[in-house]
C-alpha cells in the first residue's frame, strides 16, 4: 500500500452499528458485562477503549509495526520505555536531545539507580565504545532536538542487535512520512503525537510502536498499571490528523527547504541547522534514511547577543513564539530558555546549544508570507 493510501485508511473500519466513516468518540469509562469476565473485548477504559484501539492499531500500520500504544503524552511514552529497565541498568543517549526527555532522565530516573551516558552518536563508533555490560536500551533522536544532527539507524542497530541491548528511537520530527526506523533495525519507535502526527496544535499525545510481541505485551502492562493514557476525544483529533499527514509533511517539506535556502543566503544570519544542505555533515545519512528533509531547522545570527536574539524572537508576526512544533502554524522558538531550560546552561553549551540559537517549526502557510515575516523581524 502506498504511503498516502496508509495514511488516510489507517486503523479506519465504518462503524459496524451506524456506518459511520469516522470511528465514534467512545467517551465512556467502564463497560458492561454479561457475567463475570464474559465482556465484549473491553473492561475498563484505562485498559481499552475502541477509540484509542483504533488509533492504536494505525500507528503501527503508519510506523510499518505490528503493534502501537498510544500515551497521554511523548513523555509519558519514554517514561513508560525506562520503566522496562532496572536499578544498575545504563542507557546509552544522543547528546543533543530534547530537554524534556533529559529532564526525565536525569530527575526522575537517575535516582532509581540507573545510569544514563550522553554521546555523540552522529559517529556509531561513540555508541559502540559506550556499551558495557550493563547497558540495556540505546536512546536516539533523529534529527535531533534542537541542533538537526542526523544518527544512523541501521549502523547503531549493528551494534545493538547482537547483544540484545533495546534500540529505541525518537521519530517526532521526521514523523512516520519522511521515516520508519523499524525498518532500519529499531526496536521501539516513540513519537511525541502533540507535534506532526495530531499537526493541529489542539492535543497532547504520545505513541509507541515496535514490531515484538513480547515487547508490547510489557509496554502495555505498564501502560495499564501506570495509566498514563489519552482520553478517547485525543484518539479521534489523532486519528483525523494522520488522515492529512502526508499532505501537510509534503508543504512543511517544501517550505523549509524555501526557508533553510534563504536564511542561509541572508547577511545577518551566522548558521543554519538543516540536514537537507549537501554539505551538512548529516547530509549523506539523512539522504538514505529519509525520504525528504523536513520541516524543522534552528539558526544563529552574526550579532549572537541574546539581546539581538529577542529582538528577533520577539518581531515576528506569523511565527508565533512558542513552545511545541509540527502544526500548520509556523512557531518560533528559543531553545536555551524555552524547550531546553532543563538542560544545565555549560553541558548546552558544550553541545552546540548557544544561548541565541533560534528553532523554526516551518508550517504550510505560503512561504513568501513567511520569509516576509523573518526578513523584518531579522532586519
Given at each position: 500500500m502506498k504511503i498516502a493510501t496508509k495514511m488516510i485508511h489507517a486503523g479506519a473500519t465504518p462503524d459496524p452499528s451506524t456506518g459511520a466513516i469516522m470511528t465514534p468518540i467512545y467517551q465512556t469509562s467502564t463497560y458492561v458485562q454479561e457475567a463475570p469476565g464474559k465482556n465484549k473485548g473491553f473492561e475498563y477504559a484505562r485498559s481499552q477503549n475502541p477509540t484509542r484501539k483504533a488509533l492504536e492499531e494505525a500507528f503501527a500500520i503508519i510506523e510499518n509495526g505490528k503493534f502501537g500504544l498510544a500515551f497521554s503524552s511523548g513523555v509519558a511514552a519514554t517514561d513508560a520505555v525506562i520503566k522496562l529497565l532496572e536499578p544498575g541498568d545504563e542507557v546509552i543517549c544522543a547528546n543533543d536531545m530534547y530537554g524534556g526527555t533529559y529532564r526525565l532522565f536525569t530527575k526522575v530516573f537517575e535516582k532509581f539507580g540507573i545510569r544514563f551516558l550522553y554521546v555523540d552518536t552522529t559517529n556509531a563508533a561513540n555508541v559502540a565504545a559506550a556499551v558495557t555490560n550493563k547497558t540495556k536500551l540505546v536512546w536516539l533522536e533523529t534529527p535531533t532536538n534542537p541542533l538537526m544532527n542526523i544518527t544512523d539507524?541501521?549502523?547503531?542497530?549493528?551494534?545493538?542487535?547482537?547483544?540484545?541491548?533495546?534500540?529505541?528511537?525518537?521519530?517526532?520530527?521526521?514523523?512516520?512520512?519522511?521515516?520508519?526506523?523499524?525498518?532500519?533495525?529499531?526496536?521501539?519507535?516513540?513519537?511525541?503525537?502533540?507535534?506532526?502526527?495530531?499537526?493541529?496544535?489542539?492535543?497532547?499525545?504520545?505513541?509507541?510502536?515496535?514490531?515484538?510481541?513480547?515487547?508490547?505485551?510489557?509496554?502495555?502492562?505498564?501502560?495499564?498499571?501506570?495509566?498514563?493514557?489519552?482520553?478517547?476525544?485525543?484518539?479521534?483529533?489523532?486519528?483525523?490528523?494522520?488522515?492529512?499527514?502526508?499532505?501537510?509533511?509534503?508543504?512543511?517539506?517544501?517550505?523549509?527547504?524555501?526557508?533553510?535556502?534563504?536564511?542561509?543566503?541572508?547577511?545577518?544570519?551566522?548558521?543554519?541547522?538543516?540536514?537537507?544542505?549537501?554539505?551538512?555533515?548529516?547530509?549523506?545519512?539523512?539522504?538514505?534514511?529519509?525520504?525528504?528533509?523536513?520541516?524543522?531547522?534552528?539558526?544563529?545570527?552574526?550579532?549572537d547577543s541574546m539581546e539581538n536574539a529577542t529582538r528577533v524572537l520577539s518581531s515576528t508576526h506569523l511565527f508565533s513564539l512558542a513552545e511545541s512544533l509540527g502544526g500548520v502554524e509556523s512557531l518560533i522558538n528559543h531553545p536555551a530558555s524555552m524547550t531546553h531550560a532543563s538542560i544545565p546552561r555549560e553541558e548546552r553549551l558544550k553541545n552546540g546549544l548557544t544561548d541565541s540559537l533560534i528553532r523554526l517549526s516551518i508550517g504550510i502557510e505560503d512561504a513568501e508570507d513567511l520569509i516576509a515575516d523573518l526578513e523584518k523581524a531579522i532586519g
Open positions: 539507524i541501521e549502523a547503531v542497530a549493528a551494534i545493538t542487535k547482537p547483544k540484545n541491548i533495546l534500540l529505541a528511537v525518537d521519530n517526532t520530527f521526521a514523523s512516520p512520512y519522511l521515516q520508519n526506523p523499524l525498518d532500519l533495525g529499531a526496536d521501539i519507535v516513540m513519537h511525541s503525537v502533540t507535534k506532526y502526527l495530531g499537526g493541529h496544535s489542539d492535543v497532547i499525545q504520545g505513541a509507541l510502536m515496535m514490531n515484538s510481541a513480547e515487547l508490547r505485551e510489557k509496554l502495555y502492562f505498564i501502560q495499564k498499571s501506570c495509566g498514563a493514557v489519552p482520553g478517547p476525544m485525543d484518539c479521534f483529533l489523532v486519528l483525523r490528523g494522520i488522515k492529512t499527514l502526508h499532505v501537510r509533511m509534503k508543504q512543511h517539506c517544501e517550505n523549509g527547504k524555501i526557508i533553510a535556502n534563504w536564511l542561509r543566503n541572508h547577511p545577518k544570519v551566522a548558521k543554519v541547522y538543516w540536514p537537507g544542505f549537501e554539505d551538512s555533515p548529516g547530509y549523506a545519512v539523512a539522504k538514505k534514511q529519509m525520504r525528504d528533509f523536513g520541516g524543522m531547522l534552528s539558526f544563529t545570527l552574526k550579532d
